[in-house]
């Protein structure tokens, strides 16, 4: 539910700032993605709004989200392939299943979210949140 009142508020907030894709804006993103260990973050939620309400616009802000998410997942593959049985727990063939079948996905995801907030605010994927949290 925090999440959701995170979302809007950071929504509300919109062009609150002047954000330039520089090396000090990425680090600051960052620390808005990391907040997503906590338990019942969105970690694209908390990039896109804090992007949102830094003035990146909103097509932007979603990819800048999808990209920030490629040095996670293969730093997540390079960390199951070192501490536990690498390859033997999944076939090679099934891996790459999985994997495309994660990026095509994903892909339709951004592309979808991308037709949403060309038509409404992200503020109402805050009201999502909350009223998921709500029925869960």
């Known amino acids: 539910?925090?999440?959701?009142?995170?979302?809007?508020?950071?929504?509300?907030?919109?062009?609150?700032?002047?954000?330039?894709?520089?090396?000090?804006?990425?680090?600051?993103?960052?620390?808005?993605?990391?907040?997503?260990?906590?338990?019942?973050?969105?970690?694209?939620?908390?990039?896109?709004?804090?992007?949102?309400?830094?003035?990146?616009?909103?097509e932007k802000s979603i990819q800048y989200c999808f990209f920030m998410v490629i040095p996670i997942i293969v730093l997540s593959i390079f960390y199951e392939l070192l501490f536990s049985n690498g390859f033997e727990a999944i076939s090679v063939e099934n891996a790459l299943g999985l994997f495309m079948s994660s990026f095509i996905f994903g892909y339709l995801s951004l592309f979808f979210l991308v037709q949403f907030l060309k038509k409404f605010n992200f503020w109402w994927f805050g009201i999502y949140c909350i009223l998921v949290s709500l029925i869960s």
């Open 1 to 58: 539910m925090a999440n959701g009142f995170l979302i809007i508020i950071m929504s509300l907030l919109k062009n609150s700032f002047s954000l330039k894709l520089n090396l000090k804006s990425a680090l600051l993103l960052g620390l808005f993605q990391s907040i997503a260990i906590l338990p019942g973050i969105s970690r694209s939620g908390m990039v896109i709004s804090s992007a949102l309400m830094m003035g990146l616009d909103k």
